[in-house]
């Protein structure tokens, strides 16, 4: 009992504040003025220097959100959010664009420095090889430096941000966007397009494998502003990526909107594997603060016999409402999610995935592991349907909760719908605790109850921390034991 | 005072009128025990005698509530301390029914133990080199393959795997005293002999046993120098060796009655 006691009475006084990227750059932005108005749309728009085309889907999309409401069906509670009082574009005054990366601003290079993204191309440090990965940084609404770059066209992928593929490349852009995730999609996608500032845009052509990781890190800097990221990734016939996400945002007492939307599509034969490492600011021990993320992440695959992996670790934000969902279009096309969701203190979890299988022997696999601490409420919400045409159609389902304390909660919401009697679904789910006597065990040996903790944990979510590409794999387990300090005693 | 003799062996371990309850029922009942320094005791008894509940008191585990007595390990005072903490200073129980932990490698929990030993002491963590050839070392004397290592801690083990491990923590963890939880139980002859044979492997005149046993049996391996008997919660006869062929002779009637 005593053991229980002591996790209980630790999370009572848990310091949620270890948060370690919660500082705040001194940087001088450009604001749009306060508020969603269809000149701020037009302002964003027009900073961005955008073609009349782009900024008529805006304004439509706008509009449309004007009539729509929050969807209120998930398991998240907070104060209704009151979309006037944002600001909806903040850029660092020391310019938009530059041309190269000793035109960045250093005090953003610093900022990117401390947070562990070096902006640099140095392919060779102290003799030592290090693995490659290109990074685009999105700070608060505009991209400030993508790595890489060149290197990556001559194998012929584009890898740019948003703002620089819709002047460079608009015949791709204007033949992807939406296709994926309608601009009428939901209440937040349709936000989204209409303010959308920045985001990453990824192009592999027809059989070309990407030679290196590509990655996006994103930050949020500015006070009351939210970020709205879009991304859009289109691996071409034949054509592999993997790319990777990592946000991280300051820590301030009032909540902060993150609205994105992602967008993948595969032809045939194409793979995209897709991993995030989601570490926004969750907020303190009292609830105060840390972000909204209403994310709208979809991949499509649309092409025969390709592949879509999502593997996200969600250790931050306050709310997380977020289902990277794969529709299955081609035929034996191949749709997977893996999920570790850690909530702690007050955060509130409401995530899953969609798997729509639309063609012939489409296959799909969820992996999905949920470990709630704290006072933090943690739901799965998942949805595997199969449709008249998808004969053949397999999935499987594992969705496992682990509970440290007994002030959380742990939901698993399956949705199953099969409309052709040869598809076959398999759900699993579990629910278990962190026993006394796991805990007592490691003890005897020797471990404090936090190392025995983290170490239950990491073993609990191994199967989808194998699916990380490796150099981010060690750096989520270190993310995982962070995020648990102070759960235990 | 430098040089002790045979006569003045230290008590490693010294258990005075110890009382303990578990959800308000008498377990241990006023119990007394010393062990010394290298020595080897069994602990025997019928079941619900209280051994078990011996085993996780002395380790420090939650849900069993101390009424009266106190625990010394070398001189110092144990019950106050966590059951991490105990660990530290050397007190080790090998369990009846070791846990579970689904995605953690035995070989991982290993490194992760000895580790965390290693660093109250001022030591380095040991780099992987040198931890897997002391693991390999200790590994073979109780035939334990690589493969095993590999596998998650416990999960699917056959209980001969499970308890050949527990032996394999203790040899790697060097504790000082050993608590062995009915080890025995539900090992096959062969599975015994390897046991037991791990566990002689580490007498030495530094460091202490207690042997909790049901059986006889066991103790035909471990030779034990003293035996206490064990019935309602307190010790209620000590001898040598030959006490426990008298109990595997007569069984424990009537050491029942004499608690009772």
Not at chain 1, 295 to 316: F, L, M, N, P, Y
Request: proline share 4%; hydrophobic share 40%.
């Amino acid at each position: 009992m005593a053991a229980v006691q002591e996790t209980v009475d630790r999370v009572r006084s848990i310091e949620v504040d270890a948060y370690k990227y919660g500082f705040i750059s001194p940087i001088e932005s450009d604001l749009a003025p306060k508020g969603l108005r269809e000149d701020t749309v037009r302002f964003i728009s027009q900073k961005k220097d955008e073609p009349a085309w782009m900024l008529d889907w805006r304004l439509e999309a706008f509009r449309r959100w004007q009539t729509m409401e929050e969807p209120k069906w998930a398991r998240v509670s907070y104060p209704p959010i009151d979309y006037q009082s944002i600001y909806y574009f903040a850029a660092p005054k020391s310019g938009v664009s530059p041309k190269s990366l000793d035109e960045v601003d250093p005090e953003l290079l610093r900022t990117y420095a401390k947070l562990g993204i070096p902006l640099v191309e140095q392919e060779i440090l102290a003799g030592v090889e290090r693995p490659r990965v290109a990074v685009d940084a999105v700070f608060d609404s505009v991209s400030i430096a993508t790595t890489f770059k060149a290197e990556l066209a001559k194998a012929g992928v584009i890898f740019c941000s948003f703002s620089e593929a819709v002047r460079n490349h608009p015949d791709l852009v204007r033949r992807y966007l939406g296709t994926v995730v309608p601009s009428s999609d939901n209440f937040y996608a349709t936000l989204n397009s209409a303010v959308f500032s920045d985001g990453s845009f990824v192009y592999v052509p027809p059989g070309v494998r990407c030679p290196m990781e590509l990655s996006t890190y994103f930050r949020i800097n500015e006070r009351n502003t939210g970020q709205f990221e879009r991304t859009l990734i289109i691996a071409d016939r034949g054509a592999y990526v993997s790319y990777l996400e990592g946000c991280t945002a300051p820590k301030r007492d009032e909540n902060q909107l993150h609205a994105a939307v992602v967008e993948l599509i595969t032809l045939d034969d194409a793979e995209i594997k897709y991993s995030t490492v989601q570490n926004w600011y969750p907020g303190d021990s009292e609830g105060r603060g840390g972000i909204y993320n209403f994310v709208t992440k979809r991949g499509d695959c649309r092409g025969a016999r390709s592949k879509i992996s999502w593997t996200q670790v969600e250790t931050g934000s306050a709310i997380t409402w977020k289902y990277p969902s794969c529709i299955l279009r081609g035929e034996a096309s191949r749709g997977e999610f893996y999920s570790i969701a850690i909530s702690n203190g007050h955060q509130q979890v409401d995530s899953g995935t969609k798997m729509i299988h639309l063609g012939r022997n489409t296959t799909s696999r969820i992996i999905s592991k949920g470990v709630a601490a704290g006072k933090s409420q943690n739901t799965y919400r998942g949805q595997v349907s199969a449709h008249r045409l998808a004969t053949g159609a397999r999935n499987f389902t594992n969705c496992d909760s682990l509970l440290i304390g007994h002030e959380c909660g742990a939901h698993t919401v399956p949705y199953i719908e099969a409309k052709n009697a040869a598809a076959v679904i398999e759900h699993e789910a579990t629910t278990s605790k962190v026993s006394e006597e796991q805990l007592f065990y490691c003890l005897q040996r020797g471990l404090s109850a936090e190392e025995a903790t983290a170490l239950i944990v990491n073993g609990f979510v191994r199967d989808v921390l194998q699916q990380l590409p490796m150099e981010f794999a060690v750096e989520a387990q270190k993310l995982i034991s962070i995020s648990l300090e102070g759960s235990v005693g | 005072m430098m040089a002790r003799t045979r006569a003045e062996k230290r008590r490693m371990l010294e258990i005075k009128n110890l009382s303990v309850s578990i959800e308000d029922t008498l377990i241990l009942d006023n119990l007394s025990l010393s062990v010394n320094t290298g020595e080897v005791a069994a602990i025997m008894g019928p079941n619900g005698s209280g051994k078990s509940t011996l085993a996780y008191v002395l380790a420090g585990k939650p849900a069993y509530k101390v009424i009266s007595g106190e625990v010394l390990l070398d001189g110092e005072s144990l019950l106050e301390l966590e059951p991490n903490k105990r660990a530290l200073e050397g007190l080790f129980l090998a369990f009846q029914y070791p846990v579970e932990i689904p995605g953690v490698a035995a070989m991982t929990f290993l490194k992760a133990a000895l580790n965390a030993q290693r660093r109250p002491r001022g030591e380095s963590d040991l780099t992987t080199p040198d931890f897997m050839r002391r693991v390999r070392e200790a590994a073979q004397a109780l035939k334990i393959d690589q493969e095993m290592l590999r596998r998650p801690l416990n999960v699917g083990f056959s209980g001969g795997e499970k308890k050949r491990f527990e032996v394999l923590q203790m040899a790697l963890l060097e504790p000082r005293v050993s608590v062995l939880d009915e080890t025995d139980s539900g090992l096959d002859i062969d599975a015994l002999r390897v046991v037991a044979e791990g566990v002689n492997a580490l007498r030495s005149p530094k460091r202490s046993f207690v042997v909790i046993t049901h059986y006889q049996r066991l103790l035909d391996h471990i030779k034990p120098d003293v035996v206490h008997v064990m019935a309602r919660g307190r010790i209620v006869a000590s001898g040598g060796p030959e006490l426990a062929l008298e109990l595997e002779r007569n069984g424990y009637r009537d050491y029942a009655e004499e608690a009772a």
